[in-house]
């Protein structure tokens, strides 16, 4: 079994040197500069880590279809910054920035196409269950951006169906990564199908966390400007849960009528001409959170499925040292302090 500092060295010597085709520089110098730009990598490293539970050293075998997760992630980063029309991504311009709309198109197509290369590098004896897993969560994460993309134009969603989204969207990609670690080592389909759950589970958690720190997280650590969320009127885990306990509070007359379903709705509508109307509406919005307290609400749903993941993990039967490895994978991944 290896250590976290080894994970942590195989995983910048994999990524700070993927290879890609020198020509044509203009389909593939955009692949290099999204790899470059960074990020979390918490999908390869978690690949990495399931894999290191059952096996010592890492090969060609495990480091590539690792590789895969990131490559293909970043592929949907690209695509995600042109629906979106971003024009910054982790503190950098966005492909389509830097480059153009055509040039992102086609070298997010082409990371898919390398994505898919690397995955086929599994092991003969488990590429068909590896390859099943890969293309069923492409095709769910592309749901999920469908599904997310619905919602623009819905004035409110269900919690079931933001759940369903975000399950698409973030957590089966982490799931898979997971699942596929422990695939490649060659784990039984028990221990594969729980750290499965595990990682649906600390996915989940991880885009309410990401919601939270939205509005109420610190600039300064978050990356970000606070706030983006409820500006782009965008449906997140917050607004889902106030629009459905304010409705059921305002019924009730349980809280008073400015700090209820029909206010929150009104807020959300408010113009942002300047950064004055944006400040405004954020410190609305936030108010009607905390009067409702979803803030609390929300840190309670992380910790919920915390807890879960975690539960998901002790079934295996892995033995102290390997399951605290999952603990504080899950921890550091959630921000969490033990």
């Known amino acids: 079994m290896m250590n976290e500092a080894q994970i942590e060295d195989a995983l910048s010597e994999l990524l700070d040197n993927l290879d890609f085709p020198a020509a044509p520089a203009g389909l593939y110098d955009p692949l290099r500069y999204m790899i470059g730009i960074g990020g979390k990598r918490i ?5 990495l880590l399931t894999y290191s539970l059952f ?25 995600d910054d042109i629906m979106d029309r971003a024009d910054m991504r982790r503190g950098m311009p966005t492909v389509a920035t830097k480059w153009n709309g055509n040039t992102a198109i086609l070298s997010g197509d082409v990371m898919c196409i390398d994505s898919c290369r690397r995955i086929s590098m599994a092991p ?12 069923k969560t492409a095709a769910q994460v592309c749901e999920g951006q469908q599904l997310d993309m619905d919602f623009e134009t819905e004035k409110e969603v269900s919690m079931e169906r933001y759940m369903e989204m975000i399950g698409c969207k973030t957590a089966v990609l982490i799931a898979c990564a997971a699942k596929t670690g422990a695939l490649i080592a060659g784990a039984d389909a028990r221990a594969c199908d729980y750290l499965y759950d595990f990682g649906h589970s600390l996915g989940l958690a991880f885009q309410i966390t990401d919601d939270y720190l939205d509005t109420f997280g610190d600039q300064s650590v978050f990356g970000k400007k606070i706030g983006g969320d409820i500006v782009n009127g965008k449906k ?3 607004l889902t849960r106030a ?3 304010g409705g059921e509070m305002e019924a009730s007359e349980a809280v008073a009528p400015e700090y209820g379903r029909t206010a929150l709705l009104k807020a959300m ?9 944006r400040e405004l509406k954020i410190r609305k919005v936030k108010e009607i959170y905390e009067a409702l307290g979803v ?16 539960e998901s993990a002790g079934l295996i ?22």
């Open 236 to 238: 997140t885990w917050l």
């Open 55 to 79: 096996k010592d050293g890492f090969t060609d075998e495990i480091l590539q279809p690792a590789a895969a997760l990131e490559v293909f992630h970043s592929f949907t980063l690209i695509h």
């Open 43 to 47: 999908r390869p490293r978690l690949c």
């Open 317 to 338: 039967g892995l033995g102290k040292v390997r399951y605290e490895m999952l603990h504080r994978y899950a921890d550091r991944l959630l921000g969490r302090n033990r």
């Open 269 to 277: 509508e408010m113009p942002v001409a300047n950064e004055r109307d």
């Open 124 to 135: 003969p004896q488990v590429l068909p269950q590896v390859l099943c897993l890969f293309t």
């Open 295 to 310: 803030d609390e609400d929300a840190k309670y749903e992380i910790i919920r499925l915390h807890a879960a993941a975690m």
């Open 243 to 245: 629009l459905e306990k």
